[in-house]
């Protein structure tokens, strides 16, 4: 019992540092996670189901993040840069990419975002590992 309720408490830290994540990840996968975590620490019947559950919510967050932090962005418009060039009497044939501003998402994080990121990334570990171990059976109360 003990070494669930201190399980539990770890994965309920680690489910409150995916709240840190700096891009829009749904909340509904973030809980999920997480209790599907919870559902393999305290029924260890259903462990292994628990675990390949967490594994795959664990993937689908750490999808929904990446494909968010790989959209491209940019600043400028092609036309708003031809009418800027048109303006100081220069013609244009094709507009620079440089001048448009593009980026992806995570090009843009500032140091905090950095931290937020890392942290939500160790709880996504920890949660990850959890769902492994409940799919191998190595969670306390099995057998």
């Known amino acids: 019992m003990p070494r669930r309720l201190v399980l539990s408490a770890l994965t309920l830290t680690a489910g409150l540092s995916l709240a840190a994540l700096p891009l829009e990840v749904p909340a509904a996968l973030k809980v999920a996670v997480t209790l599907t975590a ?21 993937a689908a967050v750490l999808a929904a993040f990446l494909s968010r932090g790989l959209e491209t962005r940019q600043i400028f418009q092609e036309s708003d840069y031809r009418r ?12 620079p990419e440089w ?12 140091a905090g975002e950095w931290v937020a990121a890392g942290l939500a990334g ?21 057998g």
């Not at 001048?99 to 500032?110: D, E, G, N, P, V």
């Not at 709880?123 to 099995?142: D, H, I, N, V, Y």
């Open 84 to 95: 800027f060039a048109a303006s100081q009497g220069v013609k244009l044939a094709k507009v």
């Open 122 to 142: 160790l709880g996504l570990t920890f949660l990850s590992l959890l769902g492994l171990a409940g799919l191998r059976g190595k969670l306390p109360g099995r």
């Open 99 to 110: 001048a448009l501003f593009k980026s992806r998402r995570w090009q843009t994080f500032h």
């Open 38 to 58: 919870l559902l393999a620490v305290w029924l260890p019947n259903l462990s292994r189901l628990g675990g390949a559950l967490t594994l795959f919510l664990a």
